[in-house]
């Protein structure tokens, strides 16, 4: 069975840092491309940062310069390592990825998520 586990998550305070963890297992081929995305309270899902198979990176704005994406492809994880936190990155963090199946094509996999928490 073919599962995404996030992990990390927890109480900072602002300015703080904290680094979120994610691991694919199961039978997979390869990784296509791990996002991260986040849901504050009372608001929509959105994209956070993406690393693609070659090792590109891309980020919100908001998150830009405070927030680094990257990818372990031996142990088929992400990371996020997002310092000098704010209260509005107070959310809910979502790991999303779409692999290649050993059999059966692509799949989209997402975790169950993990909460941050920054105290003003």
């Known amino acids: 069975q073919v599962q995404l586990v996030e992990s990390g998550g927890g109480l900072v305070q602002a300015g703080g840092s904290l680094k979120l963890s994610c691991v694919v297992s199961?039978?997979?081929?390869?990784?296509?491309?791990m996002n991260w995305g986040r849901q504050a309270p009372g608001k929509q899902r959105e994209w956070v940062a993406t690393v693609t198979s070659t090792g590109s990176t891309f980020y919100a704005d908001s998150v830009r310069g405070r927030f680094t994406i990257s990818r372990n492809p031996a142990r088929n994880a992400a990371y996020l390592q997002m310092n000098n936190l704010r209260f509005e990155d107070t959310a809910v963090y979502y790991c999303?990825?779409?692999?290649?199946?050993?059999?059966?094509?692509?799949?989209?996999?997402w975790g169950q998520g993990t909460q941050v928490t920054v105290s003003s």
């Open positions: 199961g039978s997979i081929s390869t990784i296509n491309v």
């Open positions: 999303n990825s779409n692999v290649r199946m050993e059999v059966g094509g692509d799949k989209e996999l």
